[in-house]
Every structure is written in C-alpha cells, then in structure tokens.
C-alpha cells in the first residue's frame, strides 16, 4: 500500500527495542561494542551494517537520513552537522581538481564563499547562470563541467529555476544535478522527480522548524550517496544523535507546519502589495513574480518566505527593523517565529555591492519568514513598523 507523505514523516523510525517505547529513544554514544573480534572485523570490512562508530552512523542519524530520503524519493541518504556541512560534502565527494562547476547566481552567502574562496584554491571553477535566462544553462556546459548546483527557490531572492528543464538538460549532457531544496521542502517540492541526482537541505530551517537544532543531509540515489558518506566518515561533519532525534520528530509535525508557512506568507505578501512604503514584494504564489508559472508547476505552495523593498532605502529599513514588536531579528528562518532579516547587511555582507545587486539584493532588501504566529498579528506588527519607519 502506498502511503501519503504525512504517513511516511509519522510512521517512519527506526525499530523497537526490548523497552517496546512508543518514541524513539536518543542513541546518545560515540561507539557501538561487538561480540567478538571476527564481527568487529566484519564491521569494518562493509560486509555488515553494524554500526561503529558515530562519525559514520548512528541510529538516530541512520533514522532522520532514511526519513527525509523516503520523503524525497530518493534512495539513500547521509546526515550532515549542518546546511553547509552537506552543500559542501555534495561538492567534495564529487569534484575533483580542473572540474568546473555550473551554478545559480543567487545562491546562499556561505555557499557563495564555498565556491569563490575555498573551491577555487584547488582548481574547481565554477560559472553563475542567472535565473530569468534559463535559455543560457546550457550553453555555459564546458567539457569539464561536472555538477549543476541550484537553490530554488534561492535565499534571498527568490528566484526559481525550471526543474524538469534542468533535468533534462543534466541528463542530456550527463552532469550531476545538484538542488539545495532548504526554502521548499520535500512536502512543497521534490527534485528527484525531475530528474535531479542529489539533493541538499539545511534541516535547521524549516525542517527543525522551531529553531532548536543545526542539521543538514544529502539525499539521491545509493551509488552516490555512498561516496557523500566515504567523504564526511572520513572528514567529520557527522550529524550529532541529539540533533537528529529532534529532528527526525520534527519531520513529523513538517506538512501541517508548513501548510500554516505557507499560508500566513502569501496573506502577508498580498497584504504589502497595497502598502505605500513598500515595492518590489516577491512571493513564489503571486502572479506578479516574474516565474510564477513555474513555481505553480514544480512547488505545492508558495513557501514560508516573503521578500520587499523598503522604499525609502537602508536607513527606513533600519528603523523599520527596530520598530518590530513581534517578528524577531536573528539570522535564522523557517521558524515558528515569524523573522525579519537584512540581508545585504547580514549573510550576504561578504559579497561586493555589484555581487548584491546582481542577485536582486537592494540595500532596502527585508526578508520575512512567516512564522506560525496568527497571521493578522504577523501583517499588524509589519505594517504598524513600516509606518513608525515610514514617517
Ligand atoms: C538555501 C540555504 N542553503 C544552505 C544553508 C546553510 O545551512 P546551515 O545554516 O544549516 O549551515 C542555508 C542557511 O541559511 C540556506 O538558506
């Protein structure tokens, strides 16, 4: 019987023990002990999958990969310590020296850094697309271009890219294809169906979803992910057992969770399109954003995040921030409480002004993660702060 994603979050863990527990118990150990040095020997030949040690797998870990692979229909996957723990283990296991790597433009800041700072040190380039021409992808294919590497819909801008045309344009030239699906979720989107190999997350977002926990994982098919988990056994950025048992519970509660983000984001970006001080509110469910067709075809809803543009510039949008009373200014997002950030001063400060303005980031630029807070008091707080700044 084939089971809905609502089951598969609920119903999906690891075995009971002797305790018959109705939650999962937290594997909270660095090692796991053998009976005998001809099983130990055995373990670590791969012939068995006992685990070792918690660098490797752990139970807990083992449930919340397994879990969020099922959720996105791919066949394996690997748990990371963070977002970037897995964008990163998703480069090194598969690119080598003089590969070359085809990006999206807009990308998360640190994932920017990755590439232009770290990755090019050892010889992997990589070229940026940008997400209104989606005409160019392949023409920016070189001999050596091994992965394409997308957020969609990005952070912060929103962009979204065509999936199934990526597909079939990794597919057609048989490169890696690559999506950090942070923003959407395997509840709003799934990559794998259109053709994508791997698939990233920052679990800390969304998937936690009370900003509790850093996490993050791979997920694609079992060849693939074998060569993600050789790379982080061997290099570290395990996820620990904790973090995963809070986050395993949270996918439980991920589908209703992100019914409410979703709704509370697109009643909050309909609400700004009739505010004065604002312009420029970009929300992948309103018509008026420049990919609206696609986000309808490839994502079930709009997402938790909603982009605008204070008007006036940095300053009101500085005494915008301040006037909050209810959203919270922190880094994070996909939270249950509703956050506003600025991006040009916060994660995308590293890049250059023309770097920024490339991917839409303008200095009056505020970013919302709708929260689960009852919307009118979300879209009350916004507007009474845009006008105490407006003023
Ligand atoms: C799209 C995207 N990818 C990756 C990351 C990195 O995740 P983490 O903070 O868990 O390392 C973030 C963090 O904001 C993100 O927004």
Known sequence: MDKHFETLAVRTQSGQTLHKEHAVPLYLTSSFTFDNAEEMRAAFADETDANIYSRFSNPNTDEFAEKLALLEGAEAGYATASGMGAVFASFMAFLKSGDHLLVCRSVFGSTHTVLTKYLSRWGITHSYFDADKPESIEGLIQKNTKMIFVETPSNPGLDIIDLELLGKIANKHNVLLNIDNCFATPYLQQPIKYGAHIVTHSATKFIDGQGRVLGGAVVGKKELIKEVYLFC??????????????????????????????????????????????????????????????????????????????KAGIEQGKKFLDALQICSLTANLGDTRTIATHPASTTHAKLSEEERQAVGITPGLVRISAGLEHVDDIINDIEQALLVSGN
């Open 233 to 310: 056994r061997a290099t570290g950025p395990a996820l620990s057992p904790f973090n995963a048992w809070v986050l395993s519970k949270s996918l439980e509660t991920l589908a209703v969770r992100m019914d409410r983000h979703c709704d509370n984001a697109l009643k909050l970006a309909k609400a700004l399109q009739k505010n004065k001080f604002v312009d420029h509110i970009k929300y992948p469910f309103l018509e008026t954003h420049p990919q609206y067709s696609i986000a309808k075809k490839q994502m079930k809803q709009g997402g938790g995040i909603v982009t605008f543009n204070i």
